[in-house]
């Protein structure tokens, strides 16, 4: 049944929402009078009204990895005890916290009764649920084996946002650093630096160089510091459109994987990525071209990309996964030897899920280096600057006093 998003009014007058499956909107808002609620307005909650736009607007917002990672355990748990995936997702969404999380589950929940499979139900939201998530589903609905494909999607999505999480944290505390640093200084120039002038000034002192260009940077500030405020915002906001367009963002994510010294991070956090999914796909019974495709739509960096959609055209081509991975020149040796042992010895999907979980440990102590560099790097900078505004400050007042005591 079709899930229904409504707004209520209890016999109180206390406001009421959430989420109702219901037959017809007219059977919504009887079901909602049977619990003592007068309905104010019923709507659709699906995915095609919230692409038209006339869906109810909390509804359109995408559920976040970590929701996505805990509602695939709750499925894979739930469908391994023998309850069918129908009763699954209903039972997941009556104890979902969000409303939006308990909507989606509910229209996924219909599209299965409305007759799809529960692969085609879940592509009908694909900005939550992606490509290699699908097709795993659709391979366990087609061997019988969906409730260890759930449990294997599970484990990876959890990782995955585990991983993520950890990267974001690890990078934190540096951002939180530099803005505070950077917003202090930014209100010592506006407002601090200007009195101090005025007494250098008075006094008719010989400015140093440095003093004379603090006092450039903190006037420039107070004069055009907003007006500069919004061109930086605009310049990230034109910024960003520049990116949407595909060929502007394959030729910036070139950029990145060939630039020192992001370039050796990319490769590997877009071939963990890749070897993660892949080997999920694998092990779920996915066609190895079918999984090649699924796996590079999920890879972040678009020549990464590329890439990985060129190893799978070779392979329907006939040639190995090992000696087409070996000719795109940007896997990393690790990887392509693990998977040439694997194709060797008929384990292909445990070999690149050992080659995965390696290349997350290395990610995981790059990323870690990089952060324990990131750091001092931060307090050096910071540290510098606020020793040059130090010195512009109180070389004048030297020089004043050596002019007092002469």
Do not use: C
């Amino acid at each position: 049944m079709p899930a229904f998003a409504y707004r209520a009014v209890d016999p109180r007058g206390a406001a009421k929402q959430g989420v109702i499956e219901a037959s017809s909107a007219a059977a919504a808002r009887q079901l909602l009078r049977d619990r003592e609620l007068l309905p104010t307005s019923v709507e659709a909650a699906t995915a095609q009204s919230a692409a038209s736009g006339g869906g109810f607007r909390l509804f359109r917002r995408r559920i976040g990895a970590k929701a996505l990672a805990t509602v695939t355990r709750q499925i894979a748990t739930l469908v391994s005890s023998d309850v069918n995936v129908e009763q699954a997702l209903k039972l997941v969404a009556e104890s979902a916290e969000s409303a939006a999380l308990r909507s989606l589950l509910l229209d996924v929940r219909g599209a299965i009764l409305d007759g799809y499979s529960f692969a085609a139900a879940l592509r009908l939201h694909p900005a939550t649920f992606p490509e290699f998530f699908t097709a795993s589903v659709a391979a366990g609905e087609q061997a019988g084996k969906l409730s260890e494909v759930l449990a294997h999607l599970a484990d990876f999505v959890e990782a995955r946002q585990r991983n993520q999480q950890k990267i974001q944290l690890a990078l934190l505390y540096p951002a939180l650093l530099a803005v505070v640093s950077f917003g202090m200084m930014a209100l010592l120039m506006v407002y601090v630096v200007p009195d101090i002038v005025r007494v250098f000034i008075s006094r008719g002192a010989d400015l140093p160089f440095l003093t004379r260009a603090l006092i450039a940077i903190s006037s420039g500030l107070q004069s055009y510091g907003l007006p500069l405020l919004l061109l930086i915002l605009g310049g990230i906001f034109l910024f960003g459109r520049w990116l949407r367009l595909p060929a502007n963002r394959l030729r910036f994510d070139r950029t990145l994987a060939g630039t020192w010294p992001i370039a050796r991070f990319s490769r590997q956090y877009n071939a963990a990525r890749f070897a993660a999914s892949l080997a999920t796909l694998v092990q779920s019974s996915v066609p190895l071209v079918d999984a090649l495709n699924a796996a590079a739509a999920v890879t972040p960096n678009l020549h990464f990309r590329q890439a990985a959609l060129r190893v799978a055209e070779r392979v329907r081509e006939g040639a190995s996964l090992q000696a087409a991975m070996g000719e795109s020149g940007i896997f990393p040796a690790m990887l392509v030897a693990i998977v040439a042992s694997g194709e060797n010895g008929g384990q292909l999907g445990p070999a690149l899920a050992r080659a995965a979980a390696e290349l997350e440990r290395e990610l995981e102590a790059m990323a870690s280096m990089l952060v324990a560099l990131v750091e001092p790097m931060v307090l050096l900078m910071m540290g510098g600057l606020v020793l040059l505004m130090v010195l512009a400050i109180l070389l004048p007042i030297i020089n004043l006093n050596n002019i007092v005591g002469m």
